[in-house]
C-alpha cells in the first residue's frame, strides 16, 4: 500500500510542478506531512527525511521534463546559469541550515508568502515600457515562430536566486514557487519561457541541495527510490501538458496551485 500511495504522489507532484515550473517540492512536502500524521506506515516521514527525499525526487522531474523543454526550445539557459550563481551557494546553505530548524514552524510564514505572490497575479499591469533592444541587459528568445523581449538585471537576478536557493534547500521546495512569479512579474518573462526554465535550474539546486542532504545524512534510500518512477513519468507528462495550454491558462493554473499550496503550508504550520 505504502509503494502504491508513493508512486501515485511521485507521479502527481511531479506532474503539477513541471506544468508550471514549480519542482514539485511545495506539493509533495505537505503531502507526506499529512500521511506522516493520519496514515500508518508513513512514521518515517520527518521534515529532515522529507526535504531530502523532495530535492533528491526533484532531480529526476527536473531532468525528465528538461528533456522534454529543451527539444522544443523552450529553456533560456543562458539566463538560467546567471540565476544560478545565487541559487546554488544558497541551496547549499538552506540545506545545511535545514538541520537547525524546525521546518514546520516556519511553513506558516512561509504559506502567507506564496499567497501573497499568487496575489500578485491579480494585479492589473502596468504596459510594458519599450525595451532598448541594444542593451546588454536584454534578452531576445523565440518560441513556436514568436519573438520575446524582456530585460534581466543581474544584481537583482543574484540575490533573488540566492534567497530562492537558501528556501529551496531548507524547505525542500525547488524554489519554482518564488522564481517563476519573479521571472514572470518583474522581468517580464512569457510564463511559458518561465516553467521551462526554472525546471532547468531546479535540476541544479536539487542535485546540490540533495548531496548536501546525503552528507548530513537525512536521506532515506529505502523511501526515495519508491518516488523516482512517478518523478520521471510525471515530468513528462506535465512538460507535455505544458505545450499545450496557453499562456493566460497556465498563469490561471499558477495562480490557484500557489494559493492552495499556501493554504495548505498555513494548516501545517498552525498545527505543528
Known amino acids: 500500500m505504502t509503494f ?14 513541471s506544468l508550471v515550473g514549480l519542482g514539485g517540492g511545495v506539493i509533495l512536502i505537505p503531502s507526506l506531512l499529512v500521511l ?12 529532515q527525511a522529507i526535504v531530502g527525499i523532495s530535492l533528491f525526487t526533484m532531480i529526476f522531474t527536473s531532468i525528465s521534463s528538461s528533456i522534454t523543454y529543451f527539444k522544443r526550445g523552450r529553456v533560456d539557459y543562458k ?5 544560478l550563481t545565487g541559487s546554488i551557494p544558497g541551496g547549499m546553505f ?9 521546518t514546520e514552524a516556519f511553513l506558516l510564514y512561509f504559506g502567507f508568502l506564496v499567497i501573497l505572490i499568487s496575489l500578485l497575479f491579480f494585479l492589473k499591469r502596468a504596459p510594458q515600457k519599450p525595451i532598448d533592444l541594444t542593451a546588454k541587459s536584454v534578452r531576445t528568445f523565440k518560441v513556436d515562430g514568436e519573438t520575446y523581449h524582456y530585460s534581466i538585471s543581474i544584481g537583482i537576478a543574484f540575490f533573488l536566486s540566492l534567497l530562492v536557493g537558501t528556501l529551496s534547500g531548507l524547505f525542500g521546495i525547488g524554489g519554482g514557487s518564488i522564481m517563476v512569479p519573479a521571472m514572470i512579474l518583474l522581468f517580464g518573462f512569457p510564463v511559458h519561457i518561465a516553467t521551462a526554465t526554472s525546471m532547468f535550474m ?14 548530513l545524512g537525512h536521506i532515506m534510500w529505502e523511501y526515495v527510490l ?5 518523478a520521471w513519468i510525471g515530468g513528462k507528462l506535465g512538460a507535455r501538458l505544458n505545450e499545450r495550454l496557453n499562456g493566460k491558462t497556465l498563469e490561471w493554473v499558477l495562480r490557484v ?7 495548505r503550508m498555513i494548516v501545517n504550520g498552525l498545527t505543528a
Open 79 to 83: 539566463t538560467g546559469l546567471l540565476f
Open 4 to 17: 502504491i500511495i508513493c508512486i501515485l504522489i511521485g507521479i502527481l507532484t511531479a506532474l503539477l510542478g
Open 36 to 47: 506522516n500524521q493520519f496514515v500508518p506506515g508513513f512514521g518515517w516521514a520527518t521534515p
Open 202 to 215: 531546479i535540476l541544479f539546486v536539487s542535485l546540490v541541495g540533495s548531496i548536501t542532504h546525503i552528507a
Open 226 to 230: 519508491l518516488f523516482l518512477p512517478g
Open 257 to 263: 496551485m500557489l494559493i492552495l499550496i499556501g493554504i
Open 94 to 102: 538552506g540545506s545545511w541550515l535545514n538541520q537547525f530548524i524546525e
